[in-house]
């Protein structure tokens, strides 16, 4: 199983970066989608989340109203727009996969099974 993060560098503060995370080695569809956030020093953290099918997605207050979530069943992908980057979005982001069941534990990081290897996101001001 591999999740690829990819995407990531270096942008000024407004700017905007894509973020895309391709999963081999699994049933995409049978798997919600994460993308979580570890800043130097401080804990990981949840920003994004879609079910399975895409129908639903859940984000973070710090992202709410900037970045998307979407995802293309077909090519086992799942993507992360972020726009008008601050600062503080600055961290290395990783995707990561839940196994689709009765209810969405979005938040639980533990109910993740997959994690892939993070991209570095540096905001500058």
């Known amino acids: 199983v591999q999740l690829q993060a990819s995407g990531g560098g270096l942008v000024q503060a407004g700017g905007s970066l894509r973020l895309s995370c391709a999963a081999s080695g699994i049933t995409f569809s049978m798997y919600h989608m994460g993308w979580f956030r570890q800043a130097p020093g401080k804990e990981r953290e949840f920003v994004a989340g879609i079910t399975w099918s895409g129908e639903s997605t859940y984000f973070g207050d710090s992202v709410k109203g900037r970045f998307t979530i979407s995802r293309d069943n077909a090519k086992n992908t799942v993507y992360l727009q972020m726009n008008s980057l601050k600062p503080e979005d600055t961290a290395v982001y990783y995707c990561?996969?839940?196994?689709?069941?009765?209810?969405?534990?979005?938040?639980?990081?533990?109910?993740?099974?997959?994690w892939g290897q993070g991209t570095q996101v540096t905001v500058s001001s």
């Open positions: 990561a996969a839940q196994l689709r069941r009765s209810t969405w534990t979005v938040l639980n990081q533990s109910e993740y099974k997959y």
